[in-house]
């Protein structure tokens, strides 16, 4: 059960995948957590990595997707996983597809979690007020500005991977604005439906 999770920030990407994780029991892989953890590890990619951020560059699509290929080759990724973050560009999509590829693997399912921008934002600014009346400091990124402009970058950069995954017939829609259960549902039916 190969799985990836789309969607805009806000959206639930991370508490489906969390669902999805207990439901079939394979690892939840964030392309943040794989680049620490290569870094972290020292491993040649991880190297490259460390190097590349210490001089304040973004870390290339090319060490992305090693990261991420690396991270799939270990054997708890054997009976499936749930990628959220990765890929975010049409040209991180193709390059991973060719590499699973070569692997003789190919992605199961992609699942986009559709949400409102206007939503997103009254709900990123309500959590924001309920940390500070409950006397807890925000998230830094907690704020308007901040989601905003994340939105932005998801919409420029990851939304056509919607159509490139639809091309394929891999990708199946959920209205993520329902209540968490409601959403986790709609994911499982999509899954087994296909």
Same mark, same amino acid.
């Given at each position: 059960?190969?799985?990836?999770?789309?969607?805009?920030?806000?959206?639930?990407?991370?508490?489906?995948?969390?669902?999805?994780?207990?439901?079939?029991?394979?690892?939840?892989?964030?392309?943040?957590?794989?680049?620490?953890?290569?870094?972290?590890?020292?491993?040649?990619?991880?190297?490259?990595?460390?190097?590349?951020?210490?001089?304040?560059? /973004?870390?290339? &699509?090319?060490? #992305?997707?090693?990261?991420? $290929? !690396?991270?799939?080759?270990?054997?708890?990724? +054997?009976? *499936?996983?749930?990628?959220?973050?990765?890929?975010?560009?049409?040209?991180?999509?193709?390059?991973?597809?060719?590499?699973?590829?070569?692997?003789?693997?190919?992605?199961?399912?992609?699942?986009? /979690?559709?949400? &409102?921008?206007? #939503?997103?934002?009254?709900? $990123? !600014?309500?959590?924001?007020?309920?940390?500070? +009346?409950? *006397?807890?400091?925000?998230?830094?990124?907690?704020?308007?500005?901040?989601?905003?402009?994340?939105?932005?970058?998801?919409?420029?950069?990851?939304?056509?991977?919607?159509?490139?995954?639809?091309?394929?017939?891999?990708?199946?829609? #959920?209205?993520?604005?329902?209540?968490?259960?409601?959403?986790?549902?709609?994911?499982?039916?999509?899954?087994?439906?296909?």
């Amino acid at each position: 059960m190969r799985i990836v999770l789309l969607g805009p920030p806000g959206a639930g990407k991370g508490t489906q995948a969390r669902r999805l994780v207990e439901e079939y029991g394979i690892p939840h892989l964030s392309t943040g957590d794989m680049l620490r953890a290569a870094v972290d590890a020292e491993t040649c990619i991880g190297r490259k990595v460390r190097e590349t951020m210490a001089n304040g560059g /973004l870390v290339p &699509d090319q060490l #992305v997707i090693a990261a991420v $290929i !690396e991270r799939i080759s270990q054997p708890d990724t +054997e009976r *499936g996983f749930v990628l959220d973050g990765f890929p975010r560009t049409i040209a991180q999509a193709v390059s991973f597809d060719d590499l699973l590829d070569t692997e003789g693997l190919t992605l199961d399912h992609v699942v986009e /979690l559709k949400a &409102d921008e206007t #939503v997103l934002l009254d709900r $990123i !600014e309500q959590r924001a007020r309920e940390t500070r +009346e409950q *006397g807890a400091a925000a998230r830094a990124d907690d704020n308007h500005e901040t989601l905003k402009a994340r939105i932005d970058a998801y919409n420029e950069q990851t939304a056509p991977l919607v159509d490139y995954y639809r091309s394929r017939n891999l990708l199946r829609s #959920v209205d993520g604005l329902q209540p968490v259960e409601v959403v986790a549902s709609d994911v499982l039916r999509a899954i087994v439906q296909v």
